[in-house]
């Protein structure tokens, strides 16, 4: 009977233990506080592109009718004869070439104005944003 007593005791103790840490532990109106502050947008930094300076390139139409006249010209000085021939196939290729590479500097600057403008806009947003929570 000692022991049933004895746990009754425990039982009851516990239970008003329970009870008054749930009593303590009710919960407290808590107060949140939101803040904000401007954010702040890395800067793209990008190197500076090279300006293209082409140069000069003289062509030299050599035919049945001038082809010892135009050796004579170019060996006058004394330096040595070298001939850069293309045959018609080529020279149209080359041209396609040249279309093809305007077009690729074309695409690349379509690329880069869309850039542009997406930083642009971001930085109006993030400048408008910033200035509605600075408010």
Avoid: H
Wanted: net charge negative; hydrophobic share 40%; aromatic share 6%.
């Amino acid at each position: 009977m000692q022991q049933t007593a004895k746990l009754l005791t425990k039982s009851v103790l516990g239970f008003g233990l329970v009870l008054a840490l749930t009593a303590c532990s009710q919960p407290q109106p808590q107060v949140i506080n939101v803040t904000s502050k401007p954010i702040e947008k890395p800067a793209l930094t990008l190197p500076p592109v090279d300006e293209l300076n082409m140069r000069e390139v003289t062509w030299i139409i050599i035919n049945q009718d001038n082809l010892e006249e135009k050796i004579a010209e170019l060996t006058a000085g004394g330096a040595p004869l070298a001939m850069f021939v293309l045959t018609g196939d080529g020279y149209a290729n080359l041209g396609l070439n040249f279309s093809d590479i305007r077009a690729l500097v074309q695409q690349q600057q379509a690329i880069i104005l869309a850039y542009e403008n997406y930083y642009k806009e971001a930085n109006q947003a993030i400048q408008d944003y910033n200035d509605s929570v600075t408010q």
